[in-house]
């Protein structure tokens, strides 16, 4: 396709004049500038038609292919001082002016301002580090986690007054000064962990041990313990004075005194409303075979997955069989080998005897 126009204008910019061959006209021509108008783009050139140098602005309709290009170019260095001319030298810490051409490697960067050399990958500038996330998209060079915006994978800040409103399990708590509710703690532990006091503690906290301390607090912050004094974590005994949220016992003696309604059915359970008496092949009780056993079969028919006496299928009963055929079977074949192991043995000893 050739060399673009834009390519061009970019070669004149940063290397002056610039030697082309026009496969349009077939001739060389020098470009050395341009100018626009409202309309079009005027192209400065130089060239030789037959032993006349011409110089010509001109609008270049249609776009000629142009596959080649020379020009001279002065090797690059430092920029030494601020007045270099654009596109000269290379950007340094102490000299960086408008134009300069940044380094490629990342430790090149260091001293030069951002508006001059933008973030890159692996930039350990200061302000690039702290270059805060401006939407919910990380760029290349990584950003900032900010209150508004904390893309995922975003660096959290050093400073703990930058934390608020940014997820704990995004940016994680970095001690006591760290302001964000989730990781506020007003007790320390001896290792130095948060402790739940019980007034604004925060999601996080960890909850005593010792069953006195526990009793300022729900069971739904801080689990029941061994020996627990809270009226939630005592046993359920069937009483008046039971706790709403007590905890059911967990066996079918402890459980009599006890409406089902407050502790469900188990198994083995002896209550009256536990007791599937109305059990039919069409009203199979809430857990299944599970619930029936132990349970007569003529009090409650066979249900799917039955294993009682009685219920299991005739397929279960003929493998049974099968088993029993296969042992029995077994057991006569080794009765054989053994008598012939020691007809075998005997005789040769019986011989020796004679």
Not at 202 to 215: A, F, R, T
Not at 328 to 352: E, H, T, W
Request: net charge negative; glycine share 6%.
């Amino acid at each position: 396709t050739g060399i673009s126009q834009e390519l061009l204008r970019k070669l004149i910019a940063r290397f002056g004049p610039v030697l082309a061959y026009n496969n349009y006209y077939e001739r060389y021509q020098i470009y050395y500038g341009w100018n626009f108008d409202s309309v079009s783009t005027y192209y400065h050139t130089l060239y030789r038609l037959d032993t006349d140098l011409i110089v010509a602005t001109e609008v270049i309709k249609p776009w000629p292919l142009i596959a080649n290009v020379s020009f001279f170019a002065q090797t690059l260095t430092d920029c030494t001082n601020k007045d270099d001319p654009q596109f000269r030298c290379y950007c340094t810490s102490t000299n960086y002016p408008v134009g300069c051409i940044c380094p490629i490697k990342t430790e090149g960067l260091m001293g030069i301002p951002i508006d001059r050399c933008s973030c890159q990958i692996g930039n350990v500038r200061e302000e690039c580090y702290e270059f805060k996330c401006t939407n919910d998209i990380l760029p290349a060079f990584g950003c900032t986690c900010t209150q508004r915006f904390h893309p995922r994978r975003c660096k959290c800040p050093a400073k703990a007054e930058d934390l608020v409103g940014i997820p704990k399990l995004q940016c994680k708590c970095i001690g006591n000064n760290d302001p964000r509710e989730q990781c506020k703690c007003f007790t320390l532990d001896p290792q130095g962990r948060c402790k739940c006091t019980g007034v604004n503690d925060s999601s996080n906290c960890l909850c005593p041990k010792d069953p006195e301390e526990l009793l300022t607090f729900s069971k739904d912050k801080c689990k029941c313990v061994s020996g627990d004094l809270r009226s939630s974590c005592s046993v359920c005994k069937g009483e008046a004075n039971d706790d709403k949220d007590c905890i059911c016992p967990t066996t079918a003696e402890e459980l009599i005194q006890i409406s089902s309604s407050k502790c469900q059915c188990i198994k083995r359970d002896t209550r009256n409303e536990c007791q599937p008496t109305q059990c039919t092949n069409n009203a199979v009780p809430e857990l299944g075979s599970t619930f029936l056993e132990g349970v007569p079969v003529n009090q409650c028919g066979c249900v799917s997955d039955d294993y009682r006496e009685g219920c299991r299928s005739k397929d279960d009963k003929q493998s049974s069989d099968k088993t029993d055929a296969l042992d029995k079977s077994g057991c006569d074949q080794l009765n054989v080998f053994i008598r012939v192991i020691a007809v075998v043995v005997l005789l040769p000893a019986l011989a020796m005897l004679f």
